[in-house]
Nanobody
Framework: QVQLVESGGGLVQSGGSLRLSCAAS????????MGWYRQAPGKQRELVAR???????NYADSVKGRFTISRDNAKNTVALQMNSLKPEDTAVYYC?????????WGQGIQVTVSS
């Protein structure tokens, strides 16, 4: 079992930055691949960025060059640095942990980018 708690969301103007953090507890964090997903109103949840337990990252095309995912296994945290934010980045952002057949989600945190 893994418990995930997101923090750092909020309201920001277009072009601004936010840093999301996800704190994990309950299991061996370093074994898990970690990711950030988002869901905008009326849209399906989509992958934003993912970092494997080995540190390999991948990003949605829409955020490449603007967002950076990182993890700190000593602190059991994963972060998403979001720069040059756009109104279309507005969504609820979810932290995700996956390992083979197990998958866990945080409760989600709102990010709103005003134009």
């Amino acid at each position: 079992q893994v418990q995930l708690v997101e923090s750092g969301g909020g309201l920001v103007q277009s072009g601004g930055s936010l840093r999301l953090s996800c704190a994990a507890s309950g299991s061996i964090f370093s074994r898990y691949n970690m990711g950030w997903y988002r869901q905008a109103p009326g849209k399906q949840r989509e992958l934003v960025a993912r970092i494997t337990r080995g540190g390999i990252t991948n990003y949605a095309d829409s955020v490449k060059g603007r967002f950076t995912i990182s993890r700190d296994n000593a602190k059991n945290t994963v972060a998403l640095q979001m720069n040059s934010l756009k109104p279309e980045d507005t969504a609820v952002y979810y932290c995700n942990a996956d390992l083979v057949l197990s998958e866990y989600w945080g409760q989600g945190i709102q990010v709103t980018v005003s134009s």
